[in-house]
């Protein structure tokens, strides 16, 4: 029988002829071409990898991670009770052009409206020192915090001459926070926040 006439007679069988010896070829382009593909994305996950780290860097400079002392221009630290007084609060730190303002917002007062309850910085130890009856010096005299009738109570000093910078760096420093003042000697600390440079800033 002549070959053309085969083919025409039965079409299908010819086109599986012609297609079955490429079939070989298709399937070793489409491997290399998944091959590639699994290399392109893993230098894109370098990549990536390579610009989080980068990011990441950046972000510690500008407030993401630990804080440079250098570069704080603004802080928060958090208050927590001591002697299980139960008081809690925020301190609010920001560098302004005649110095360091110093907010102090307290919770959970427990006294009569207008008591009122010394306020410092203290240099050279930490709430922890102080809770163990070694509290450190007073380095900065802060507004008394008075207690109004919800139990809040705030105060705002401006320490003078001061930068953020200054106020994180060299020894450890805590404000702290005291009871009502019934004699001529300082208190005890009901709550007390140590200032850290791992808190943010702005």
């Known amino acids: 029988m002549d ?60 407030g993401g991670g630990r804080i440079p002392p250098a570069e704080i221009t603004g802080a928060t630290v958090l208050f927590t009770p001591s002697q299980d007084s139960g008081i809690s609060g925020v301190a609010t730190l920001t560098e302004t052009e005649n110095g360091v303002e110093v907010k102090l917002n307290m919770r959970n007062l427990p006294d009569q409206t207008g008591t009122e309850h010394l306020a410092h910085l203290h240099e050279g130890g930490t709430c922890a020192d102080d809770r163990a009856g070694n509290g450190a010096p007073i380095r900065y005299p802060l507004g008394s915090v008075a207690t109004t009738q919800d139990g809040t109570g705030a105060s705002t000093t401006v320490i003078p001459n001061l930068t953020i910078a200054q106020l994180f760096s060299e020894a450890p420093k805590y404000i702290n926070v005291h009871a009502e003042q019934t004699g001529d000697e300082v208190p005890p600390g009901i709550s007390c926040a140590d200032l850290s440079t791992t808190t943010g800033g702005d």
């Open 3 to 62: 070959k053309r006439q085969t083919e025409t007679d039965d079409p299908a069988g010819s086109i599986v002829r012609r297609i079955t010896p490429m079939i070989p070829p298709l399937l070793l382009a489409g491997v290399i071409l998944t091959l590639g593909a699994c290399g392109g994305t893993s230098s894109s996950e370098e990549e990536t990898s390579t610009d989080q780290t980068g990011s990441g860097e950046t972000s510690s400079k500008t």
